[in-house]
């Protein structure tokens, strides 16, 4: 299964907007994007998800480039407790003989200072 | 609303050995996964369970790997024998809505084999 690519880490300063790059240039016109986060010792945690329109909800906001060869979450403001791992994920639709499934990549680990 | 349960949180265990992990999904929850998350890396998908139904195990090590959800609820994995390279978090998640695919995470169990 192709994974999406993101760079290992990232740093960020306290209260600035932090934006977190992701390629997916072999998805399928099918496969939506989703952003989850994994805090140090517990579980990935789910964040946005999208398919061709930009998003936003209450915690981020999601690019989606025109080609969905590529998107970018947008913190607005980062916080200490925005430092984790996140995952830019492949999400594949059900079929008739599979469950839709989240494709992990390596994550970005982003670090927030104060 | 109470989360993915998941038990024990750590287990160690000789190779050769064998060991269960418990996980209860959120109530109401149709679809339950489990995932192995070797140190460094994002999650990998081993089993995925509708109602009390697999479906899809490919990338389940069914040697040595057992899964089981009889009553549609809980679940229970199991590895027997252990081998040194299963040492990993396994991560239990569940979704009502196997469309939009938003999993809510279990905290997962840390297995170390020696």
């Known amino acids: 299964d192709a994974k999406t690519t993101q760079p290992n880490s990232m740093e960020s300063n306290e209260e600035e907007p932090v934006h977190l790059p992701c390629n997916h240039s072999?998805?399928?016109?099918?496969?939506?994007i989703h952003w989850y986060r994994q805090l140090p010792s517990q579980g990935p945690e789910y964040v946005i998800h999208?398919?061709?329109s930009n998003v936003n909800n209450r915690m981020a906001s999601l690019a989606i480039a025109e080609d969905r060869k590529s998107s970018t979450l947008i913190l607005h403001r980062a916080t200490l407790r925005d430092a984790a791992v996140y995952y830019c994920i492949r999400a594949t639709l059900p079929t008739y003989n599979q469950g839709g499934k989240l494709i992990f990549g390596q994550g970005t680990e982003l670090s927030v200072k104060p | 609303e109470a989360g993915v349960a998941q038990s024990p949180r750590y287990k160690i265990i000789e190779k050769r050995q064998s060991v269960a992990f418990w996980c209860n999904p959120i109530s109401g929850h149709a679809t339950l996964y489990w995932y192995q998350q070797i140190l460094g890396q994002g999650p990998k998908l081993l089993i995925q369970f509708q109602n009390n139904g697999v479906v899809d195990d490919s990338q389940l090590p069914k040697d040595r790997f057992s899964a089981e959800r009889l009553k549609g609820v809980d679940s229970t994995l199991k590895i027997q024998p252990a081998k040194l390279e299963d040492s990993a978090v396994y991560l239990c998640?569940?979704?009502?809505?196997?469309?939009?695919?938003?999993?809510?995470f279990g905290a997962g169990t840390r297995l170390s084999v020696l």
């Open positions: 998640a569940s979704s009502s809505d196997s469309f939009k695919n938003i999993q809510y």
């Open positions: 999208g398919l061709t």
């Open positions: 072999t998805i399928s016109g099918t496969d939506y």
